[in-house]
């Protein structure tokens, strides 16, 4: 099948939504089938052989974060170029309300079109006055995806329609057979995400860092991502900025070695996340998971059985939470236990079967009316009607 897969978000930033259209079309090209991602790009990002770039993006605020988008005229010629050239039998459009390319493929495309809702945003005033604008491209869409029961609820509540709840996909052999580090191991909590980004929750976690360590001295923060170190820091007392070792950006193999070697992953996000993909991955690895308990990670932790939910924003509990965990190794080894057996159902080969099912489905719809057109007009063309 050769597919074609829109990535609305720059791929020199990397991110959930990002990581997401990677391993998928990686997938899919270990199937035999011919993939091909459009997406943002700068001129000298290094890109796979299959992500052909749409140009330069640029930064606009969306979901409560910092999106790099790709709009305008040029942006929309570049796409009906790859469409042209891509003949795809399916096109999988991701974020198709986003102001970005996978609105312009929406409103181009011919044929079978699939698009994934990754965004959860309850109170998007935006999506709805968009409405009328969007219309026409969302009623292009042979089928829709929603990565999470409350992606899948800002469809219905803004946009109307559904959607079938399929969630991101993890390789978690790749996570679950990485050699943790030495020098990573030993009392350490895990913290991965960009640190000026505040939903992110690391201040929340910065806050809760003096009762821990109060409880528990020997414990260190190791933390992964782009963002201020400096700042990140500027409201911890001086004599326990030592206990926080900021790592920078992080190959994915380093992140699946983080990963195994940390005693407690901790997600302290505040809101705008409509999945949860870092908590899957740390379940793969096999690290214990403490997460603010908004309703997307509690359903991607079974409800706190595969990991433990602190009340959001919280810094007294996560504190509180960590302590425990930290001084309980048997409860981290039942988290370990439940999460390694929970995450399975998030593995590409369940996820992206789901996915192929979708683009099966559409893509013989699109076939039978494809058949019958042909056969309605050879039947005009003899003068005849049918039945």
């Avoid at 700068?42 to 052909?52: F, M, R, S």
Wanted: hydrophobic share 45%.
């Amino acid at each position: 099948m050769r597919i074609g897969i829109v990535c609305p978000y720059s791929w020199d930033v990397p991110g959930g939504v990002q990581f997401h259209i990677r391993d998928l079309a990686e997938y899919f090209i270990r199937l035999g089938h011919e993939v091909s991602v459009l997406a943002p790009a700068d001129d000298e990002t290094p890109l796979p052989p299959y992500v052909v770039s749409a140009g330069r993006a640029v930064p606009v605020p969306y979901n409560g974060s910092v999106a790099r988008l790709n709009f305008g005229f040029l942006s929309a010629a570049r796409v009906r170029r790859w469409l042209h050239e891509g003949a795809f039998d399916v096109i999988h459009i991701h974020e198709p309300t986003s102001p970005s390319l996978g609105l312009l493929a929406c409103w181009a495309a011919q044929g079978p079109i699939v698009a994934t809702f990754h965004t959860s945003n309850p109170r998007s005033r935006a999506m709805v006055a968009a409405y009328s604008i969007l219309q026409a491209a969302l009623e292009k869409i042979s089928a829709r995806i929603a990565v999470s029961e409350y992606a899948r609820r800002t469809l219905v509540e803004h946009l109307g329609g559904d959607a079938v709840v399929i969630p991101n996909g993890v390789d978690v052999d790749f996570f679950a057979r990485a050699e943790p580090r030495p020098e990573w191991q030993g009392d350490t909590i895990g913290f991965i995400g960009r640190i000026d980004e505040p939903r992110k929750g690391l201040p929340v976690l910065m806050g809760a860092l003096p009762k821990i360590l109060a409880a528990r001295p020997q414990t260190r923060l190791l933390v992964a991502g782009r963002g201020d170190e400096k700042e990140a820091v500027e409201d911890l007392p001086a004599e326990l900025r030592s206990r926080v070792e900021f790592l920078g950006m992080v190959s994915d193999e380093d992140k699946a070695r983080f990963l195994r070697s940390v005693d407690l992953y901790v997600a302290p996000n505040t809101g705008g996340e409509s999945f949860g993909i870092i908590l899957v991955e740390a379940m793969s690895a096999g690290a214990p998971v403490l997460a603010s308990d908004l309703d997307a990670f509690a359903q991607v932790l079974d409800r706190g059985a595969a990991g433990e939910l602190f009340p959001n924003e919280d810094a007294d509990a996560l504190a509180e939470a960590a302590v425990r965990l930290l001084g309980d190794p048997e409860r981290r080894a039942k988290l370990r236990e439940r999460g390694s057996a929970h995450v399975r159902r998030f593995d590409w080969s369940t996820v992206g079967a789901d996915i192929m099912s979708v683009y099966e489905t559409v893509t013989a719809g699109a076939a039978a009316v494809a058949a019958d057109e042909r056969t309605t007009g050879l039947w005009s063309r003899f003068g005849l009607a049918r039945d």
